[in-house]
Nanobody
Framework: QVQLVESGGGLVQPGGSLRLSCAAS????????MGWYRQAQGKERELVAT???????DYADSVKGRFTISRDNAKKTVALQMNSLKSEDTAVYYC??????????????WGQGTQVTVSS
């Protein structure tokens, strides 16, 4: 069973920085993608950033230039460096990974989430 454990959330002032980390365990499969989503209160879950095993990354327009995703394939970890945080970044952040078991079948796994609050 794949398990994802997030850490690094908390309270930060506007303009500050936080680094989220996620460690995966419970599988010998590699991850096609690793990433982060977030869900603000009363809103739908949305993509923040994803990184493929090949090294490419994709970001939500709202975080481009402020957030950086990085992954370590050997350690099965993914991190999200968040700079210049804004109040609208306040949300629960979820780590997710996708395993491509075979052509045509993949499965996504999710962490429990970590709260990020940006407030003065």
């Amino acid at each position: 069973q794949v398990q994802l454990v997030e850490s690094g959330g908390g309270l930060v002032q506007p303009g500050g920085s936080l680094r989220l980390s996620c460690a995966a365990s419970g599988t010998t499969f590699s991850f096609a993608t690793m990433g982060w989503y977030r869900q603000a209160q009363g809103k739908e879950r949305e993509l923040v950033a994803t990184a493929t095993s090949g090294g490419s990354a994709d970001y939500a327009d709202s975080v481009k230039g402020r957030f950086t995703i990085s992954r370590d394939n050997a350690k099965k970890t993914v991190a999200l460096q968040m700079n210049s945080l804004k109040s609208e970044d306040t949300a629960v952040y979820y780590c997710t990974v996708r395993i491509l078991y075979f052509v045509g079948y993949s499965r996504d796994y999710w962490g429990q989430g970590t709260q990020v609050t940006v407030s003065s």
